[in-house]
Protein backbone atom coordinates (compact mmCIF):
# COMPACT_ATOMS: atom_id res chain seq x y z
CA UNK A 1 0.00 0.00 0.00
CA UNK A 2 1.33 3.46 -1.12
CA UNK A 3 1.38 6.81 0.76
CA UNK A 4 -0.89 8.82 -1.88
CA UNK A 5 -0.39 11.71 -0.76
CA UNK A 6 3.48 11.50 -0.78
CA UNK A 7 3.23 9.64 -3.69
CA UNK A 8 1.29 12.85 -5.14
CA UNK A 9 4.03 15.52 -4.49
CA UNK A 10 6.54 13.00 -5.48
CA UNK A 11 4.90 13.24 -8.91
CA UNK A 12 4.05 16.77 -9.26
CA UNK A 13 7.54 17.66 -8.19
CA UNK A 14 8.45 21.21 -9.96
CA UNK A 15 9.55 21.25 -13.49
CA UNK A 16 12.69 23.26 -14.72
CA UNK A 17 10.73 25.59 -17.11
CA UNK A 18 12.07 25.00 -20.22
CA UNK A 19 15.56 26.49 -21.63
CA UNK A 20 16.23 30.21 -22.50
CA UNK A 21 12.40 30.63 -21.16
CA UNK A 22 13.27 33.44 -19.01
CA UNK A 23 15.04 35.25 -22.10
CA UNK A 24 12.16 34.80 -23.97
CA UNK A 25 10.24 36.44 -21.60
CA UNK A 26 12.10 39.37 -21.15
CA UNK A 27 12.33 39.57 -24.75
CA UNK A 28 8.42 39.29 -25.14
CA UNK A 29 8.15 41.91 -22.34
CA UNK A 30 10.66 44.33 -24.03
CA UNK A 31 8.27 43.98 -27.27
CA UNK A 32 5.24 44.60 -25.55
CA UNK A 33 6.85 48.00 -23.82
CA UNK A 34 8.30 49.13 -27.24
CA UNK A 35 4.28 48.37 -28.61
CA UNK A 36 2.82 50.27 -25.65
CA UNK A 37 5.08 52.90 -25.98
CA UNK A 38 4.06 53.53 -29.73
CA UNK A 39 0.66 53.07 -28.94
CA UNK A 40 0.96 55.96 -25.84
CA UNK A 41 3.34 58.16 -27.94
CA UNK A 42 0.54 57.62 -30.82
CA UNK A 43 -2.17 58.45 -28.83
CA UNK A 44 -0.52 61.34 -27.13
CA UNK A 45 0.55 62.32 -30.43
CA UNK A 46 -3.37 62.45 -31.41
CA UNK A 47 -4.45 64.03 -28.26
CA UNK A 48 -2.75 66.58 -28.41
CA UNK A 49 -2.53 66.93 -32.08
CA UNK A 50 -6.12 66.93 -32.73
CA UNK A 51 -7.65 69.81 -30.44
CA UNK A 52 -4.44 71.76 -32.14
CA UNK A 53 -5.33 70.90 -35.30
CA UNK A 54 -9.02 71.94 -34.63
CA UNK A 55 -8.49 75.52 -33.22
CA UNK A 56 -6.16 75.94 -36.57
CA UNK A 57 -8.70 74.97 -38.54
CA UNK A 58 -11.12 77.24 -36.69
CA UNK A 59 -8.58 80.30 -36.95
CA UNK A 60 -8.22 79.69 -40.25
CA UNK A 61 -12.12 79.93 -40.66
CA UNK A 62 -12.26 83.26 -38.53
CA UNK A 63 -9.46 84.81 -40.55
CA UNK A 64 -10.72 83.81 -43.61
CA UNK A 65 -14.26 85.07 -42.85
CA UNK A 66 -12.80 88.07 -41.95
CA UNK A 67 -10.85 88.75 -44.53
CA UNK A 68 -14.07 88.08 -46.94
CA UNK A 69 -16.28 90.46 -45.07
CA UNK A 70 -14.12 93.07 -45.36
CA UNK A 71 -13.03 92.58 -48.84
CA UNK A 72 -17.36 92.71 -49.42
CA UNK A 73 -17.35 95.71 -47.26
CA UNK A 74 -14.87 97.35 -49.66
CA UNK A 75 -16.17 96.12 -52.59
CA UNK A 76 -19.79 97.25 -51.74
CA UNK A 77 -18.78 100.90 -50.33
CA UNK A 78 -16.36 101.36 -53.49
CA UNK A 79 -19.06 100.55 -55.89
CA UNK A 80 -22.15 102.50 -54.08
CA UNK A 81 -19.73 105.92 -54.25
CA UNK A 82 -18.91 105.16 -57.64
CA UNK A 83 -22.64 104.79 -58.69
CA UNK A 84 -23.16 107.82 -56.75
CA UNK A 85 -20.65 110.10 -58.56
CA UNK A 86 -21.35 109.07 -61.73
CA UNK A 87 -24.87 110.12 -60.66
CA UNK A 88 -23.63 113.46 -59.78
CA UNK A 89 -20.01 114.11 -61.16
CA UNK A 90 -18.06 116.46 -59.38
CA UNK A 91 -18.00 119.96 -60.81
CA UNK A 92 -14.53 121.31 -62.16
CA UNK B 1 -75.02 93.22 -51.19
CA UNK B 2 -71.53 94.29 -53.19
CA UNK B 3 -71.57 96.71 -55.96
CA UNK B 4 -69.16 95.61 -58.77
CA UNK B 5 -66.79 98.47 -58.15
CA UNK B 6 -66.47 96.58 -54.42
CA UNK B 7 -65.30 93.00 -56.60
CA UNK B 8 -63.30 95.49 -58.76
CA UNK B 9 -61.78 96.90 -55.46
CA UNK B 10 -60.74 93.26 -54.01
CA UNK B 11 -58.17 91.94 -55.91
CA UNK B 12 -55.80 95.37 -55.81
CA UNK B 13 -56.64 96.14 -52.24
CA UNK B 14 -54.64 92.40 -51.93
CA UNK B 15 -52.00 93.33 -54.05
CA UNK B 16 -51.39 96.37 -52.46
CA UNK B 17 -51.42 94.31 -49.06
CA UNK B 18 -48.86 91.98 -50.28
CA UNK B 19 -46.79 94.80 -51.53
CA UNK B 20 -47.17 96.18 -47.95
CA UNK B 21 -45.70 92.81 -46.56
CA UNK B 22 -42.24 92.80 -44.62
CA UNK B 23 -39.92 91.40 -47.55
CA UNK B 24 -37.79 88.56 -46.32
CA UNK B 25 -34.46 87.72 -46.35
CA UNK B 26 -35.44 85.00 -49.01
CA UNK B 27 -36.36 87.59 -51.22
CA UNK B 28 -33.44 89.85 -50.49
CA UNK B 29 -31.03 87.10 -51.75
CA UNK B 30 -30.76 87.07 -55.47
CA UNK B 31 -30.15 84.18 -57.49
CA UNK B 32 -26.71 84.75 -58.62
CA UNK B 33 -25.58 80.69 -59.47
CA UNK B 34 -26.33 81.53 -63.54
CA UNK B 35 -22.83 83.72 -63.45
CA UNK B 36 -20.70 80.94 -62.00
CA UNK B 37 -20.36 80.03 -65.42
CA UNK B 38 -18.85 83.69 -66.23
CA UNK B 39 -15.77 82.80 -63.96
CA UNK B 40 -13.66 80.82 -66.44
CA UNK B 41 -14.00 83.47 -68.92
CA UNK B 42 -12.91 86.48 -66.65
CA UNK B 43 -9.72 87.55 -66.10
CA UNK B 44 -10.56 88.31 -62.76
CA UNK B 45 -12.47 87.63 -60.14
CA UNK B 46 -13.76 88.21 -56.66
CA UNK B 47 -16.44 86.00 -55.08
CA UNK B 48 -17.69 86.46 -51.33
CA UNK B 49 -20.09 84.47 -50.19
CA UNK B 50 -20.62 85.14 -46.32
CA UNK B 51 -24.01 83.84 -44.60
CA UNK B 52 -25.12 83.03 -40.92
CA UNK B 53 -22.34 81.18 -39.07
CA UNK B 54 -19.18 82.74 -41.57
CA UNK B 55 -20.95 86.31 -41.37
CA UNK B 56 -21.04 86.77 -37.58
CA UNK B 57 -17.15 84.85 -37.10
CA UNK B 58 -16.48 87.94 -39.35
CA UNK B 59 -18.05 90.40 -37.70
CA UNK B 60 -16.79 89.18 -34.61
CA UNK B 61 -13.38 90.09 -35.72
CA UNK B 62 -14.13 94.00 -36.77
CA UNK B 63 -12.85 94.89 -33.22
CA UNK B 64 -10.86 97.84 -35.10
CA UNK B 65 -13.74 98.99 -36.83
CA UNK B 66 -17.02 99.40 -34.76
CA UNK B 67 -19.13 101.43 -37.28
CA UNK B 68 -18.50 98.43 -39.74
CA UNK B 69 -19.57 96.09 -36.90
CA UNK B 70 -22.31 97.73 -36.38
CA UNK B 71 -23.33 98.05 -39.96
CA UNK B 72 -23.28 94.08 -40.07
CA UNK B 73 -25.42 93.31 -36.87
CA UNK B 74 -28.31 92.70 -38.83
CA UNK B 75 -27.40 91.56 -41.96
CA UNK B 76 -27.97 87.74 -42.76
CA UNK B 77 -25.99 87.62 -46.35
CA UNK B 78 -23.57 89.41 -48.23
CA UNK B 79 -22.70 88.16 -51.53
CA UNK B 80 -20.04 89.73 -54.09
CA UNK B 81 -19.70 88.48 -57.83
CA UNK B 82 -17.16 90.33 -59.75
CA UNK B 83 -16.10 89.73 -63.06
CA UNK B 84 -13.23 91.49 -65.24
CA UNK B 85 -12.94 90.46 -68.66
CA UNK B 86 -9.68 91.13 -71.44
CA UNK B 87 -12.91 91.47 -73.82
CA UNK B 88 -15.89 93.30 -74.59
CA UNK B 89 -18.92 90.69 -74.82
CA UNK B 90 -17.66 88.14 -72.41
CA UNK B 91 -21.60 88.16 -71.05
CA UNK B 92 -24.48 87.95 -72.51
CA UNK B 93 -27.80 90.17 -72.02
CA UNK B 94 -29.73 87.24 -70.90
CA UNK B 95 -27.05 86.75 -68.23
CA UNK B 96 -27.59 90.52 -67.01
CA UNK B 97 -31.80 90.25 -67.56
CA UNK B 98 -31.62 87.41 -65.52
CA UNK B 99 -30.56 89.38 -62.56
CA UNK B 100 -32.62 92.23 -63.65
CA UNK B 101 -36.21 90.33 -63.86
CA UNK B 102 -35.51 89.28 -59.91
CA UNK B 103 -35.02 93.14 -59.12
CA UNK B 104 -38.66 93.70 -60.76
CA UNK B 105 -40.05 92.01 -57.94
CA UNK B 106 -42.56 93.62 -55.78
CA UNK B 107 -40.67 95.73 -52.70
CA UNK B 108 -37.56 96.06 -54.82
CA UNK B 109 -36.83 100.11 -55.95
CA UNK B 110 -34.04 101.07 -58.28
CA UNK B 111 -32.82 104.65 -56.27
CA UNK B 112 -29.97 105.22 -58.52
CA UNK B 113 -29.37 104.35 -62.14
CA UNK B 114 -26.65 105.55 -64.61
CA UNK B 115 -26.78 104.41 -67.96
CA UNK B 116 -23.91 105.87 -70.71
CA UNK B 117 -22.37 104.43 -73.47
CA UNK B 118 -18.97 105.12 -72.22
CA UNK B 119 -19.18 103.72 -68.79
CA UNK B 120 -22.55 100.94 -69.25
CA UNK B 121 -25.30 100.26 -66.76
CA UNK B 122 -24.95 101.10 -63.05
CA UNK B 123 -27.79 100.55 -60.54
CA UNK B 124 -28.81 100.60 -56.99
CA UNK B 125 -31.70 98.82 -55.73
CA UNK B 126 -33.07 98.59 -52.16
CA UNK B 127 -36.12 96.19 -50.80
CA UNK B 128 -38.64 98.22 -48.69
CA UNK B 129 -39.26 96.34 -45.49
CA UNK B 130 -42.53 98.02 -45.41
CA UNK B 131 -42.16 100.19 -43.08
CA UNK B 132 -40.32 102.95 -44.09
CA UNK B 133 -36.41 101.43 -44.09
CA UNK B 134 -34.76 98.65 -46.19
CA UNK B 135 -34.61 94.99 -45.85
CA UNK B 136 -31.64 94.19 -48.34
CA UNK B 137 -29.88 96.03 -51.39
CA UNK B 138 -27.97 94.97 -54.12
CA UNK B 139 -25.13 96.94 -56.61
CA UNK B 140 -25.27 96.08 -60.28
CA UNK B 141 -22.73 96.88 -62.68
CA UNK B 142 -22.78 95.57 -66.15
CA UNK B 143 -19.58 97.29 -68.13
CA UNK B 144 -18.34 96.53 -71.36
CA UNK B 145 -15.38 94.27 -69.74
CA UNK B 146 -17.29 93.71 -66.12
CA UNK B 147 -19.89 93.01 -64.28
CA UNK B 148 -20.77 93.34 -60.98
CA UNK B 149 -23.09 91.93 -58.24
CA UNK B 150 -23.61 93.33 -54.87
CA UNK B 151 -26.18 91.77 -52.41
CA UNK B 152 -26.94 92.63 -49.03
CA UNK B 153 -29.65 91.14 -47.17
CA UNK B 154 -30.85 92.47 -44.29
CA UNK B 155 -31.36 96.00 -43.23
CA UNK B 156 -28.33 98.47 -44.32
CA UNK B 157 -27.65 101.65 -43.60
CA UNK B 158 -26.72 103.12 -47.15
CA UNK B 159 -24.73 106.72 -45.80
CA UNK B 160 -22.60 104.40 -43.06
CA UNK B 161 -21.90 101.45 -46.46
CA UNK B 162 -20.40 104.66 -48.09
CA UNK B 163 -18.39 106.48 -45.72
CA UNK B 164 -16.90 102.63 -45.41
CA UNK B 165 -14.73 103.12 -48.54
CA UNK B 166 -11.21 102.69 -47.89
CA UNK B 167 -11.20 102.14 -44.27
CA UNK B 168 -11.78 98.26 -44.01
CA UNK B 169 -7.73 97.49 -44.19
CA UNK B 170 -7.50 96.12 -47.83
CA UNK B 171 -6.50 97.63 -51.06
CA UNK B 172 -8.92 99.09 -53.91
CA UNK B 173 -9.96 96.41 -55.13
CA UNK B 174 -8.87 97.41 -58.68
CA UNK B 175 -12.29 99.24 -59.68
CA UNK B 176 -10.44 102.01 -61.14
CA UNK B 177 -11.66 101.53 -63.99
CA UNK B 178 -14.36 104.80 -65.38
CA UNK B 179 -14.49 105.79 -61.41
CA UNK B 180 -13.50 108.72 -59.74
CA UNK B 181 -10.41 106.79 -58.18
CA UNK C 1 -3.71 32.93 -25.79
CA UNK C 2 -7.44 34.30 -24.73
CA UNK C 3 -6.85 38.05 -23.43
CA UNK C 4 -10.03 39.36 -22.89
CA UNK C 5 -9.80 37.41 -19.49
CA UNK C 6 -12.82 38.50 -17.33
CA UNK C 7 -11.12 37.93 -14.79
CA UNK C 8 -8.25 40.74 -15.77
CA UNK C 9 -10.06 42.65 -13.13
CA UNK C 10 -9.77 40.58 -9.87
CA UNK C 11 -6.21 39.69 -11.03
CA UNK C 12 -5.09 43.12 -10.36
CA UNK C 13 -6.17 43.34 -6.74
CA UNK C 14 -3.60 42.88 -4.23
CA UNK C 15 -4.54 39.81 -2.37
CA UNK C 16 -5.28 41.06 1.15
CA UNK C 17 -3.81 37.77 2.79
CA UNK C 18 -0.29 38.01 1.64
CA UNK C 19 1.31 40.01 4.45
CA UNK C 20 2.55 43.60 3.00
CA UNK C 21 6.43 43.95 4.07
CA UNK C 22 7.49 47.74 5.19
CA UNK C 23 10.04 48.96 2.41
CA UNK C 24 9.87 46.07 0.21
CA UNK C 25 11.67 46.60 -3.04
CA UNK C 26 10.70 43.83 -5.64
CA UNK C 27 13.91 42.63 -7.54
CA UNK C 28 14.68 43.42 -11.23
CA UNK C 29 12.17 41.64 -13.49
CA UNK C 30 15.03 39.60 -14.88
CA UNK C 31 15.40 38.28 -11.27
CA UNK C 32 11.86 37.41 -10.41
CA UNK C 33 11.28 35.24 -13.53
CA UNK C 34 14.92 33.63 -13.17
CA UNK C 35 13.55 32.63 -9.33
CA UNK C 36 9.94 32.16 -10.31
CA UNK C 37 9.86 30.64 -13.84
CA UNK C 38 9.64 26.80 -12.31
CA UNK C 39 7.20 27.53 -10.14
CA UNK C 40 5.25 29.41 -12.57
CA UNK C 41 6.15 26.87 -15.26
CA UNK C 42 4.88 23.60 -13.35
CA UNK C 43 1.72 24.48 -11.90
CA UNK C 44 0.95 25.57 -15.48
CA UNK C 45 2.54 22.08 -17.22
CA UNK C 46 0.71 20.35 -14.50
CA UNK C 47 -2.60 21.65 -14.92
CA UNK C 48 -2.67 21.77 -18.88
CA UNK C 49 0.19 18.65 -19.57
CA UNK C 50 1.32 20.36 -22.48
CA UNK C 51 4.47 21.93 -22.57
CA UNK C 52 3.21 24.87 -25.21
CA UNK C 53 0.97 25.69 -23.94
CA UNK C 54 2.16 25.90 -20.25
CA UNK C 55 5.23 28.10 -21.58
CA UNK C 56 2.47 30.37 -23.10
CA UNK C 57 0.69 30.47 -20.05
CA UNK C 58 3.85 30.43 -18.06
CA UNK C 59 5.26 33.62 -20.22
CA UNK C 60 1.56 35.40 -20.39
CA UNK C 61 1.89 35.50 -16.25
CA UNK C 62 5.43 37.25 -16.56
CA UNK C 63 4.39 39.64 -18.59
CA UNK C 64 1.50 40.56 -16.57
CA UNK C 65 3.14 41.10 -13.96
CA UNK C 66 6.04 42.96 -15.06
CA UNK C 67 3.29 46.06 -15.68
CA UNK C 68 1.96 45.39 -12.07
CA UNK C 69 5.40 45.05 -10.74
CA UNK C 70 4.99 48.30 -8.65
CA UNK C 71 2.11 47.01 -6.54
CA UNK C 72 4.05 44.40 -5.13
CA UNK C 73 3.96 44.58 -0.91
CA UNK C 74 6.12 41.38 -0.48
CA UNK C 75 7.84 38.35 -1.48
CA UNK C 76 4.76 36.50 -0.16
CA UNK C 77 2.71 38.69 -1.63
CA UNK C 78 4.02 38.15 -4.85
CA UNK C 79 4.19 34.29 -4.86
CA UNK C 80 0.68 34.38 -4.16
CA UNK C 81 0.04 36.53 -6.95
CA UNK C 82 2.20 34.48 -9.35
CA UNK C 83 0.03 31.28 -8.28
CA UNK C 84 -3.21 32.88 -8.28
CA UNK C 85 -2.69 34.36 -11.32
CA UNK C 86 -1.26 30.84 -13.15
CA UNK C 87 -4.55 29.11 -11.63
CA UNK C 88 -6.68 31.66 -13.39
CA UNK C 89 -4.99 31.92 -16.43
CA UNK C 90 -4.99 27.85 -16.59
CA UNK C 91 -8.80 27.47 -15.66
CA UNK C 92 -9.28 30.15 -18.48
CA UNK C 93 -6.95 27.37 -20.60
CA UNK C 94 -8.75 24.68 -19.87
CA UNK C 95 -12.58 26.31 -21.06
CA UNK C 96 -11.08 26.76 -24.17
CA UNK C 97 -11.78 23.29 -26.18
CA UNK C 98 -9.61 24.08 -29.63
CA UNK C 99 -6.50 23.66 -27.20
CA UNK C 100 -7.90 21.99 -24.57
CA UNK C 101 -6.59 18.51 -26.39
CA UNK C 102 -5.44 15.49 -24.80
CA UNK C 103 -1.89 15.32 -24.52
CA UNK C 104 0.86 12.22 -23.56
CA UNK C 105 2.96 14.71 -21.99
CA UNK C 106 2.24 13.09 -18.54
CA UNK C 107 5.78 11.03 -18.65
CA UNK C 108 8.98 12.56 -17.44
CA UNK C 109 11.12 14.64 -20.27
CA UNK C 110 14.24 12.21 -21.78
CA UNK C 111 16.60 13.67 -20.03
CA UNK C 112 15.60 14.78 -17.07
CA UNK C 113 16.80 13.92 -14.00
CA UNK C 114 15.45 10.27 -12.41
CA UNK C 115 12.57 10.86 -10.15
CA UNK C 116 13.17 9.42 -6.72
CA UNK C 117 10.34 6.79 -5.74
CA UNK C 118 8.60 4.74 -8.27
CA UNK C 119 8.73 6.84 -11.88
CA UNK C 120 6.15 4.59 -13.22
CA UNK C 121 3.79 5.46 -10.20
CA UNK C 122 4.58 9.20 -10.84
CA UNK C 123 3.41 8.97 -14.35
CA UNK C 124 0.43 7.05 -13.64
CA UNK C 125 -0.51 9.76 -11.04
CA UNK C 126 -0.07 12.61 -13.31
CA UNK C 127 -1.60 10.87 -15.95
CA UNK C 128 -4.93 10.17 -13.39
CA UNK C 129 -4.59 13.26 -12.14
CA UNK C 130 -5.04 14.75 -15.93
CA UNK C 131 -8.55 12.88 -16.15
CA UNK C 132 -9.65 14.85 -13.22
CA UNK C 133 -11.56 17.95 -14.04
CA UNK C 134 -9.73 21.25 -14.70
CA UNK C 135 -10.49 22.69 -10.71
CA UNK C 136 -10.02 19.53 -8.86
CA UNK C 137 -6.73 19.18 -10.68
CA UNK C 138 -5.48 22.54 -9.75
CA UNK C 139 -6.97 22.09 -6.15
CA UNK C 140 -4.47 19.22 -5.99
CA UNK C 141 -1.47 20.70 -7.58
CA UNK C 142 -1.48 23.91 -5.25
CA UNK C 143 -2.24 20.96 -2.25
CA UNK C 144 0.88 18.47 -3.58
CA UNK C 145 3.08 20.99 -5.60
CA UNK C 146 2.74 24.00 -3.66
CA UNK C 147 2.24 22.60 -0.59
CA UNK C 148 -0.94 24.87 0.45
CA UNK C 149 -3.31 24.35 2.79
CA UNK C 150 -7.23 24.01 1.83
CA UNK C 151 -7.68 27.82 3.16
CA UNK C 152 -4.88 29.16 1.20
CA UNK C 153 -6.28 27.31 -1.93
CA UNK C 154 -9.40 28.86 -1.66
CA UNK C 155 -7.76 32.44 -1.53
CA UNK C 156 -6.08 31.57 -4.89
CA UNK C 157 -9.08 29.95 -6.53
CA UNK C 158 -11.62 32.19 -4.82
CA UNK C 159 -13.78 29.79 -3.81
CA UNK C 160 -15.32 28.65 -0.50
CA UNK C 161 -13.18 26.35 1.39
CA UNK C 162 -15.86 23.92 2.17
CA UNK C 163 -15.70 23.83 -1.86
CA UNK C 164 -12.05 23.24 -1.94
CA UNK C 165 -12.08 20.41 0.52
CA UNK C 166 -14.40 18.19 -1.08
CA UNK C 167 -12.37 18.65 -4.47
CA UNK C 168 -9.49 17.90 -2.77
CA UNK C 169 -10.81 14.71 -1.17
CA UNK C 170 -13.36 13.87 -4.22
CA UNK C 171 -10.22 13.83 -6.47
CA UNK C 172 -8.20 11.83 -4.30
CA UNK C 173 -10.71 9.46 -4.42
CA UNK C 174 -10.20 9.12 -7.97
CA UNK C 175 -7.03 8.66 -7.77
CA UNK C 176 -7.18 6.01 -5.76
CA UNK C 177 -10.09 4.28 -8.15
CA UNK C 178 -7.51 4.67 -11.02
CA UNK C 179 -4.73 3.24 -9.18
CA UNK C 180 -6.71 0.18 -8.24
CA UNK C 181 -7.24 -0.63 -11.25
CA UNK C 182 -3.74 -1.04 -11.76
CA UNK C 183 -3.60 -3.27 -8.94
CA UNK C 184 -1.90 -0.47 -6.66
CA UNK C 185 -3.66 -0.22 -3.21
CA UNK C 186 -3.43 3.19 -2.23
Known sequence: MIDLERELARALRPQEAPAGFAERVLRADRSRRARRRTWLAAASFALVLLPAGWAYQRHQQQQRAEAQLRLALEVASERLNLALQRLNPPTE | ?181 | MRRTDPLDLELSMPLEAAPAEAGFVPGSFREIVAAHQSRVFSIAFHALRNRAQAEDVAQEVFLRLSSRLDTIQSEAHLVAWLRRVTARLCIDELRRPARNAPSLEGVAEPGEAAEPGDPFLSAHLRRLLADLPGPARLALILRYQEDLEPQEIAAVLNEPVPTIKSRLARGLQRLRDGLKHLGVEA
Not at chain 2, 10 to 26: F, G, I, K, R, Y
Not at chain 2, 72 to 81: A, D, E, R, S
Not at chain 2, 85 to 95: H, K, M
Open chain 2, 1 to 181: MSSPLSHAFVPAALVCLLAALPASAQQARLKLDHLNALAAKASEVVEVTLDGQALAMGAKFLEKEPEARALVQGLTGIYVKVFEFEQPGAYTSADVEAIRSQLQAPGWSRIVQVKSRKDGDVGVYVLSDGKGGNAGMVIFVAEAKELVVVNIVGPIDLEKLSSLEGRMGIPKVGLGKGGAK
